[in-house]
Each structure stands twice: as C-alpha cells, then as structure tokens.
C-alpha cells in the first residue's frame, strides 16, 4: 500500500487523514487493542468502534497571553527599552527558514533578531553574536567572531534571505554542537543559543538538544507564527518557563531574555529601581479535533488464506451539522495487525487475512482551544507617578525612576503633592500595618509606601502630639520602628524609604495578633503612672487573608486596640471583620483612588481620640433581651454589640461605669456597675452572660434597674448622669412604659434599640423622644449602629447634672439641695444616704415628736363647774 506523507503550512486545519500516514502500524498506540481482537463476543467486538478516538490532528492555532493589565503590560515594553546586557557572552541565533514557518514569519524572526541585538554590548570582550540559519540545510550566516560592532552587525544581518525547505531542527542543533561556537575563548565564557522556530521539526531532535545542553549551551526558545509548544519545551533548559519565548511580542521577548540572563547570573540587565516579577501567562492552542459520528459494519468473518474482495457501502446518515469525512478500517485478528485504510468511498476493498472485520468510519472536525498555564518572568520598572502622588488634581511630572515633582492647582501650591493642610492634632498611638506579601504586587507595596510617605507629609508636624509606628508583614511579622521611636517628619521618611517587601502569604490575622501583644508600650510619666494613649493600628492591605480574621481581630478588639482598615472595595468584607464596625473601614474603587483617602484617614484616626465619652463620668447600664423571641445566636450579637460600644468609654472608678442587666421572664443582673474597674474585665465579663430563654418582660427589667442597679450601694454615683440601654426585639414591651417613665422621673435617660419586626410605638414610648430610639433592621447590621448610640449617650451625658436626681438617699430618704452639694433627711436610718437602720433616741430629733394626747373634754367640764360655783356664790 501507498504510504502518504506531506507537510502542511501551520494555521490552516489539516484535511482528513492529511500529513498522516495512509497505513500505520503502531501496536503501542492501543496496547489493549490486540487482547479484545481475540475475543469473540459481539459486546466486546464492539469496544472496538471507539479506536477511531484516538485519531487526532496536531495543533494549528496558537495565541499567548501575559494576565495582566494594559498598564503592566505598557511597563514591560518600557523597561524592555532600558535593558541592556553587557558581559562577556557568546550568544548564537539559529533561525528556522523552512516552508512551515514561510518568509513573513522568517522576517519577523530577523526583526526580533535585530531587536535583541540592540539590548546586548556588542563588542570583542564582550557579548559575540553569531546568526545560524536552517531548513533541508545548514549554514553560517554571520560568525560569532565576524563583527566587532552592532552596526555592522545588523547591517549584515538584514541582509539574511529567506531559503526555504524541510525542518530539519536536529540537523541544526548537531550542527551548532560541532560549529557553532568557536574554541578561540575562554571555555568558562557563558554560551547561549536562541532557537527561533515553530517547532515543527522532522526528524528526531531531542538527543541533539540533550548532547547541546550537557556541552554546557543554555539553550531558549523562541516560537515563531503558530508554534508547537511541547517541541520547545522538550529542546529549552530548564526551568523551561524562563527559557520560551514567543518572538510575536518584540519587546517582550527582549524583556524575558534579559531578565532570565539576569537570572541566570550570566549578565545585570536588569535597570536600578526595577525588579523582576512572576506573572501568570497562558499559550492557547486552538486544536483540530476529530470526532467519531458513526460506523458501520461491512463485514467480518475468515476465508482463509484466499484473497476476500469485498464492496464497502457508503454511511449515508446525516450524524451532524458538519460534512462528515469517512475512512474504511480493516481490523486483522489472526496477524495481530492494526490497519487504517485511506481510500475513496465505495471503492473495492481486497484483504489477503485470515481474520477480518471491515468498518467504515465517519468523522467530523471541530476546533476547540487547549490551554497551557505558564509562569511568565519579567522585569517591570514603575514610574513615580504610577501611584498619583499629587493631590487635588494636581499633575504629576516624573523625573526618573524614582523623583518627580506635582504641578499643584490654584490654592494648594504650598504643598510639594498639593494636599490640603491637616494636622494630626489628637493624642493617640499610631501603628501603621503594611501588608508586604507576594500576592501584593511591586507596584501595590511601592503605592503604600507612597500613600504613607504623602500622609506623613501631609498631616505629622513638629508639634504633632500624635506617636508614629511602623510593622509590615508576610509570612511573619517585623516592626520596623516602635511607636514614638520617630518624631520628626524626616525621619518618618526615612523609616518608611527602608521598606522592603517581606514576601510569603499575606498572614493578616498572625500580624494582627502579633501587634496586639508586642506593637505598644506604655511610656511612663511618673513612677507610678503611665501614659495610656488610645491605640491605633491602621492596617494597609490589597489582597484576601490567607488566614482567620476575625478572632484576632476581636482579640486586638478586646484589649482596646482601636482598628483602622485601608484597602480596595472588593475587601470590604474582610475589612468589616477585621474592624468590627463598618464606620472604620476605609476602602477605595480603584488603586488611583487611595491617595485621595488622606483626609478621610486622619478624621478617623482623630475620631478615636473623641470617641465615646472619654473623660465624661457617666454610669450606664446596658439592659439585653435574652428571651426566646431573641433566640441564642442573636443573643451573642447583642453582647457584642455591647462589646464594640463599651471600648469607646474610659472604664473606671472615676470616670465611666458600666453596668449589665439580662431579662427573659425575669431579669438577672450580670455584673453591677462598680463590679468591674478596666475596660478589658467588661469585656471579659460581657462575654460571659448567659441566654436565659423563655417569655421576654421588660418591664419588670426596668423596674429592677431602676429599684437595685442605679442605686449607691451597687455603685451608682451622686452627681453623676446615668443612663439605660435597651436592646430588644420589641417582644414582650408592653409592659415597660411605665417603668421607663419612673426612670426617666428621675432624671435617667433612657435609649431603645429595637431590632427586626419590632413594635415601634410601644418602643418609642419606652424611649419618650425620638432621637432616643434606633431601629435595626436586622441583627447583623447592630455593627452598623454602635457609633450611632455612643452619639446619642454622650450628648446627654454632658448635661448639667440635678444632685437629686436620681435620689441618692435610701430608704425613703429625702434628697435636699445644700450649698452646691446634697444631704440625705433620713427617718429611721441614718448614714450620709440613710444606708443604715437608726440605733439612736427617737428624740434626738431625727423623727418628729409624737403628739401629747388632747385633753379638752375634762378642762371644760371643770371650766362648767367653776363657772357654775361662781355663779351660785
């Protein structure tokens, strides 16, 4: 039989069966093939229908595709430009000039030849190019010792033609192995050889390729049109994906190669200021694949050894859209054979076996993409300007890699970065967290870094109360400088210019922990007195945790650590975890967006310094549903709800009390409000409360409040304003209207918080004004909402405060205004607010006399006698 064979240009699908053999014989291509052709079942004969599968064509398309954005993509190309290799180096082109790769792509390849030319030192001592073009033959088209100059050498380089012929790559590469680099240098001068071709050879290539490497020749690959990419990757050195390139894209193949010389030690190529990144990248391979759409049996049976001609039918089923192409296939099994018959439809078929089946087979031809994920090194060089460091629609002019100056509006010429003038004017420790991971891109760390150097501009003077500290963190944690340790802008500068990018996975929850433990200090005052500033961490991050959030960060939360979160819009969520409040996450829609965010932050960071009542004395008392209605899971959102409002309250004997009341049928008091002294014990202790279930009464909970909680003797404080907070669903509040007067009677102000499908009007009149009531709408928003109430309670915290109201004296004792202070008129008690039973005479004075008894029936009766004596003398 005949044997067919013909190479078919790259880019146009292959016909049915062309530029494959028309009879093949390959036992190892259907190892099990041979074992089911010995069955006699029909069931099993019929496995063999699905052979025909196996058939495919090579690829034809090819398309490859760094994943990064315009921008990136535009920095590549420009630090390509910059690139420059200047070492001691022979470097040798070999060019495939064959009919698959054609005179376009040939001249394509000569272009990029010329184009990696001019980032290499072409000199004698230096970097020697040789330019080796192949096809049915090899030749020399310029030596490695031929120029001495890049000038001439392009000169003559252009002038290459195109020769056409067979690929004939294994042929070139024993070439290159025996002539291609001359012995006149010295031995340990790096040799390196780039194979410009579409890979697809005839012959066999990769022992050529194997002996070239183990010589000690660096072997790169550059695909050329429509390439196959498994060929170039078998010829490459490892690791494969710095060696392949894709000579399509000009500069960046002159930036891979740069970069993997730079790699390699073999040259610095690679300019001040840049680095070189991993990008993910894709070669996409748009394949001709051969589908299977029907069979049909012509025969099958045993003649012996006698000739069998047999006419084979054609398969007239429409199976698909598509034209089918059909082929005949005769199945021998007695000679152990695997024949694939390439004949037209109908023509006769003459078998000499002993044992045949005789099928023909129908096909269609479809196209579909095969992609192959690659790592793509680059070198990538960001301008200064990248990170819009100039304010206020200021313009920003670069000078360099690294210095460039901003072109201010009207009005803010004063500030080199046209920003506003603030002033951090609070006094609170600052501790900037910088994310530094391998996620987070070079540019996003160098965009942080900007905004925090333009934030330290901007708003950190020489009289700024504020203390500054810096950490960043990958895998792990490093503090860069603890807070205080800097004072003065320039130094701040400094610190931040030092930053380098710690690399690993972005571990936010382990720096937040690790913060919380080591990043603050107290500096102490006097011997026994220490100077306990609000801490600040502002966390600056762009990329997911790779770890839990939220139990660090409610770790830091508990032990008064005040967060601030930084990042882009689509970590919002995480950015709320980690906060805890909504109101302290600052997010931006795109990474230009960040720099206008400086005067945002510095509000925040200052609102922590105001925030609550710190300083204000005042006694509150949190009062939680915990009935059925609530339920168990939301209970625990009430409490940390209470949690997030009870950090913005200075917590101590002297300025705020907290106190916790419990309600379901009956109320339960957790903790009074002397019971705990620090912020962290009422955190501890909120934690700690228990769901109660059952019918919910809030009545009865005011009216504990109000008869045992708000009294002296479980730590309310005269002349101190007080105030109640309800937390309820609304469920079970019809009784509470008339506690919630007696409260506010005296003087107590009284705020609901009703969340759900509440009873408004029953809520507001336990509340009695309008600005004393927030609805929520649903649990999981009360997050939303802390801010909110800490507002409304330090209003009327600040009010003038009446000494007698509430009563301050037990018992039933009178409250009386005296010289701008109280005293306590007691009856039965005594103590300075009647606290104990009197022991005393009545007759001191303390209870008034009991009246003698009236005698004036007897005195008149006298008087009548008397006068009746008189009168009868």
């Known amino acids: 039989m005949r044997r067919e064979t013909e190479v078919w240009r790259s880019g146009t699908p292959a016909p049915p069966g062309y530029g494959t053999d028309s009879v093949s014989t390959d036992n190892n291509r259907i190892p099990n093939l041979l074992q089911l052709l010995k069955m006699k079942s029909t069931r099993q004969l019929s496995l063999l229908f699905l052979l025909p599968l196996l058939l495919q064509v090579r690829p034809s398309l090819l398309v490859q595709e760094i994943l990064v954005d315009h921008d990136t993509i535009l920095k590549i190309k420009a630090a390509a430009e910059m690139m420059q290799c200047s070492a001691a180096v022979d470097v040798l082109f070999l060019l495939d000039g064959s009919y698959s790769v054609g005179k376009g792509s040939f001249e394509r390849s000569k272009h990029l030849t010329l184009t990696l030319c001019d980032a290499l030192d072409i000199r004698p001592d230096k970097v020697r190019v040789g330019v080796i073009q192949f096809s049915s033959t090899v030749r020399t088209e310029i ?123 073999v040259c610095k190529a690679v300019p001040p200021g840049c680095k070189v990144q991993s990008f993910s990248c894709e070669r996409k391979t748009l394949e001709t694949v051969k589908e299977l759409q029907g069979n049909f049996v012509c025969w099958k049976g045993s003649r012996g050894s006698s000739p069998y001609t047999s006419l084979c039918p054609f398969y007239r089923q429409v199976l698909s859209t598509s034209r089918p192409s059909c082929e005949h296939v005769a199945l021998s099994m007695s000679a152990q054979r695997f024949y694939t018959l390439h004949c037209p439809v109908g023509l006769i078929m003459h078998v000499i076996l002993a044992e045949l089946v005789c099928l023909l087979l129908c096909y269609s031809y479809s196209k579909k993409y095969k992609i192959h994920p690659a790592a793509c090194h680059r070198t990538v060089c960001y301008d200064p300007c990248d990170s819009q460091p100039c304010q206020n629609l200021g313009t920003c002019v670069s000078e360099g890699l ?120 107290s ?46 819009e689509d970590l919002k969520a995480q950015l709320n975890n980690i906060t805890g409040n909504p109101q302290r996450s600052l997010t931006y829609s795109s990474p230009d967006r960040l720099g206008t965010k400086i005067p945002e932050l510095r509000a925040k960071i200052c609102a922590v310094d105001n925030q609550g009542c710190l300083g204000q004395p005042l006694d509150l008392i949190f009062v939680l ?56 014990d009422i955190l501890k202790a909120v934690a700690e409360a228990s769901f109660l279930g059952g019918a919910a009464s809030t009545g009865s909970a005011l009216l504990h409040v109000h008869t045992y909680s708000l009294t002296v003797g479980k730590g309310a404080r005269p002349g101190v304003n007080k105030a109640v ?75 003038p405060v009446d000494l007698c109201r509430p009563n301050p004296c037990m018992n039933d004792g009178m409250c009386v205004l005296w010289d701008s202070s109280y005293r306590c008129q007691c009856r039965g008690w005594e103590g300075p607010h009647c606290e104990t039973r009197s022991t005393k005479n009545p007759s001191r004075g303390d209870l008034p006399r009991v009246a003698a008894p009236r005698r004036t029936g007897r005195k008149g009766h006298r008087d009548l006698n008397r006068r009746h004596t008189t009168t009868k003398h």
């Open 143 to 265: 030596s490695l010792n031929s120029y001495s100059s890049r000038d001439k050498l392009k000169k003559h380089l252009k002038k290459i033609t195109y020769r056409g012929g067979s690929t004939q790559t294994g042929l070139a590469l024993k070439y290159v192995l025996k002539k291609g680099f001359s012995a006149d240098r010295n031995s340990s001068i790096p040799r390196v050889l780039l194979l410009l071709s579409d890979g697809r050879s005839q012959g066999a290539v990769q022992q050529a390729a194997t002996e070239l490497k183990q010589s000690g020749v660096t072997v790169y690959t550059v695909g050329i049109r429509y390439p196959r990419w498994e060929e170039l990757h078998a010829l490459a050195s490892a690791p494969v994906e710095q060696h392949v390139f894709f000579a399509e894209h000009y500069s960046d193949a002159v930036n891979g190669l740069c970069t993997a010389l730079s790699t390699s030690a």
């Open 402 to 521: 690294e210095k460039f100056h901003c072109v201010c509006p009207p009005g803010y010429g004063s500030d080199p970065h046209c920003a506003p003038a603030l002033n951090l004017d609070c006094s609170v420790d600052v501790l900037f967290l910088v994310e530094g991971s391998t996620a987070l891109s070079l540019e996003g760390f160098m965009r942080f870094k900007s905004f925090l150097k333009r934030f330290l501009q901007t708003v950190v003077g020489a009289d700024t109360p504020t203390k500054i500290g810096l950490a960043q963190y990958g895998d792990d944690v490093k503090l860069e400088a603890k807070v205080g340790k800097h004072r003065d802008v320039t130094a701040l500068l400094r610190m931040v210019d030092a930053l380098q990018p710690r690399g690993g996975k972005a571990m936010t929850g382990k720096a937040l922990q690790y913060i919380t433990r080591h990043g603050f200090q």
């Open 523 to 568: 500096s102490p005052i006097f011997a026994d007195v220490h100077d306990d500033l609000p801490r600040v961490v502002v966390l600056l991050t762009a990329t997911p945790s790779t770890d839990h959030v939220v139990e660090p960060a409610k770790y830091a939360r508990d032990r008064e650590v005040f967060i601030i979160a930084v990042g882009p």
């Open 625 to 680: 549903d915990g009935s059925s209605g609530v339920g168990r899971d939301n209970f625990i959102q009430l409490k940390d709800f209470v949690r997030s409002v009870s950090v913005q309250f200075d917590i101590n004997r002297d300025v705020a009390q907290m106190g916790l009341v419990v309600f379901g049928r009956r109320p339960v008091t957790v903790f009074d409000l002397d019971t705990h002294n620090s912020g962290s």
């Open 725 to 799: 907070v309800v937390l309820t669903d609304g469920t079970g509040a019809e009784d509470a209207v008339v506690p919630a007067q007696k409260l506010r009677d005296n003087g107590v102000f009284v705020f609901v918080v009703g969340i759900g499908d509440l009873q408004q009007e029953s809520l507001l009149r336990i509340a009695g004004r309008a600005d004393h009531m927030i609805t929520v709408p649903f649990y999981e928003d009360l997050k939303y909402f802390d801010d909110v109430l800490v507002q409304m309670v330090c209003v009327e915290a600040k009010r």
